[in-house]
């Protein structure tokens, strides 16, 4: 499973609110992504990352931002929560031979 | 620029019965292709990938596809469906050109088993 993990894996906030989420790896990947999933859009890239401190923006960055100051961790931040980033949240790296992109458990995000 | 294309976002198949799930490309590059299956609650797992070696890639839990460069698909296929094929399915393109592995997916096909 390419040892990813995100946290929290579920969350309710408010409108307004910031809100970070985690990505955490343990096989020394140097690409990751942020992406989020809703019905009828498939996945969406919001960021991602070649390196530390190396990121940069997907489709759809608008209001997030992300940092990586570890190979380890990746963060995705909103500044302001909106009921517009209600989604599920997935965290991915490459890590195969061929660009193949491992994926973490997901973060269901509600925000009221 | 590349995309994917997934016609269909629902599939109903009896069990036992084929599973055919379409994918088409556009991509100005060779691709790398890959077919993903998500089951209620959990992440991407990935089910298979075309890298340009062969044409026909078999994957895990009995699935196969076959690269038609002609036709620019990706079609997924299974033989004999079971219930425990019951999930999303999701077709992607790697971004070779942009040199970052980006993924470009499709919008998904759900497949739906009948006893």
């Known amino acids: 499973d390419a040892g990813i993990t995100q946290s929290p894996r579920h969350k309710v906030t408010e409108t307004g609110t910031p809100v970070t989420l985690r990505c955490h790896q343990t096989e020394n990947h140097r690409y990751m992504y942020w992406y989020r999933q809703d019905p009828g859009h498939g996945l969406r890239l919001i960021h991602y990352s070649y390196g530390v401190k190396d990121t940069d923006k997907g489709e759809v960055s608008d209001g997030y931002s992300v940092s990586r100051s570890k190979t380890e961790d990746f963060l995705l931040t909103l500044e302001s929560a909106t009921s517009s980033q209600t989604s599920v949240y997935f965290c991915?790296?490459?890590?195969?031979?061929?660009?193949?992109?491992?994926f973490g458990p997901g973060t269901r995000l509600t925000v009221l | 620029a590349q995309s994917v294309t997934q016609l269909g976002s629902h599939v109903s198949v009896s069990e036992g019965a084929l599973v055919l799930l379409r994918c088409n490309y556009s991509?100005?590059?060779?691709?790398?292709l890959f077919w993903y299956v998500q089951y209620p609650n959990q992440g991407l797992q990935l089910l298979l990938k075309y890298t340009s070696a062969a044409t026909l890639v078999k994957g895990i839990n009995g699935f196969e596809a076959e690269f038609k460069k002609s036709e620019t698909s990706f079609h997924l296929t299974k033989p004999s469906a079971h219930m425990r094929d019951a999930a999303e399915y999701f077709c992607a393109v790697s971004d070779l050109a942009s040199g970052t592995y980006k993924y470009i997916f499709g919008t998904g096909t759900r497949l739906k088993v009948l006893a």
């Open positions: 991915a790296v490459t890590g195969g031979g061929y660009n193949e992109q491992f």
């Open positions: 991509s100005s590059v060779p691709p790398y």
